[in-house]
């Protein structure tokens, strides 16, 4: 796989695809890559940037000679991408997705009759930010990467495309589609959904000053970041997975009249029980930055309340090429006596900055 010269092709580039063609480019700096986007000024950033070769203005021959064409669009246009794009595939070109939803490709995938030559794929990574700007190659690294073949489709095919993936510092995992979509409306659909409904709960509920928006910097933002990801992503999301997420969701909700019913009760042990059995399960988990909501790597520092100090350590980081994903003060010291918030692209990151911090007297809290 490393010595051979890949064509690629992309439609649609965004986060996700953006991510994939900064890897493809990064690992094999010699492939041949092209993409259309409906958003020409993605494709034209990506050309300036030596990421694609070629931004296609429409979907035409020039797909033709890709080795591997990635469907990387909203997930409701497809349909008409497929049909647009069917004229000019090769019959030795696999096709892919990368839509954390996979029954409805899959469906029109054999529709069209294309069965023998798709592998849907889902990239289990993301971020709150959206769009081609915010893609980076490391996104996709030890990151599960899940694959769901047809039954058509080779299995010389399968084993190619899964080095592929690995290649990219991807985790492959390969699935039925149907147990991929039950999967991810339990560990990812589901969570977006509780923690925009806590979200509203707390906006419902808050008192006209804002006293519990005021004071949600902490924990409660923590645990509710991934309710600024995209509505639009997760409206699409649950109109095409919609009967696990409904399925899981009256589960949940009866886990929480369980729960409310032990508390009403005031049953001491069974309460304890409730949180030290998810305690337990919570730690058994492998490193959380392969699943699909993306672990943030951050750290809070304490630090003298003086002009200078948060540019001083900006400085110094970035003096030691450690680069920062986002930096800010830390008003609420729920989690820290700290007052300053850095969060950094990768652990090793945090270890670098740690390093180079701590002997200078400062003081790191870093998050579990």
Known sequence: MKNKNLTCGFIGLGLIGGSIARALRRFYPDCELIGYDIQQKATMLAVREGVLNTALPEINDAFKECDYIFLCAPVS????????????????????????????????????????????????????????????????????????????????????????????????????????????????????????????????????????????????????????????????ICMTNTENIVELLETYIESLKSIQEKIRQRKEDSVYEFFDQARRYRDSFIDASRGPIKKSYSVSIEIADEPGTLAS???????????????????????????????????????????ILIPKGYIIHEKA
């Open 77 to 236: 246009f497809n349909d008409e991408n497929l049909l647009k794009l069917k004229q000019f595939l090769s019959p030795d070109c696999l096709l892919t997705d990368v839509g954390s939803v996979k029954t409805d490709i899959h469906k029109h995938i054999e529709a069209l009759n294309l069965s023998s030559q798709f592998i849907g794929g889902h990239p289990m990574a993301g971020s709150e930010r959206t769009g081609y700007a915010n893609s980076k190659a490391i996104l996709l690294e030890n990151a599960y990467y899940i694959l769901t073949p047809t039954n058509e489709v080779p299995r010389e095919k399968i084993t190619a495309y899964r080095e592929l993936v690995a290649s990219l510092g991807a985790i492959p995992l390969v699935i039925s589609y149907k147990q991929h979509d039950y999967v991810t409306a339990a560990i990812s659909h589901l969570p977006h959904v509780i923690a925009a409904s806590l979200v509203n709960l707390i906006k419902d509920s808050d008192s006209p000053e804002g006293i519990m928006k005021m004071i949600a910097a902490g924990g409660f933002k923590d645990i509710t970041r991934i309710a600024s990801s995209s509505p639009a992503m997760w409206q699409q």
């Open 313 to 355: 350590i900006a400085t110094i980081l970035a003096d030691n090429s450690i680069s920062i994903k986002n930096i800010g003060i830390i008003h609420n010291r729920e989690q820290a006596s700290g007052a300053l918030g850095i969060e950094f692209y990768d652990p090793e990151s945090i270890e670098a900055a740690k390093n």
